[in-house]
């Protein structure tokens, strides 16, 4: 039954919709040791070459976080 209605919504998919319908971003992905006495001149350092702060998570030890970036792919 799935088929049946993709195969539907698919022919109602004029040349004039397709054309509106924007490609998918595509992403690249980094990981940062942040040291927590440094942690915004590392994040704008960062960010001034246009990396997104996604999260940040626990690092190995008490003084270390990880922070997950992301820039749209060139």
């Excluded at 799935?2 to 509106?20: E, G, Q």
């Excluded at 940062?32 to 998570?57: F, S, Y």
Aim: aromatic share 8%.
């Amino acid at each position: 039954m799935a088929p049946a209605n993709h195969a539907r919504f698919v022919s109602h998919l004029t040349p004039a919709r397709a054309a509106r319908v924007t490609p998918m971003t595509k992403w690249e992905y980094v990981t940062v040791p942040l040291l927590v006495h440094a942690t915004k001149q590392i994040l704008d350092t960062w960010g001034q070459d246009g990396w997104e702060l996604v999260q940040v998570v626990p690092g190995p030890n008490p003084e270390q976080l990880v922070a997950y970036l992301k820039r749209e792919k060139e």
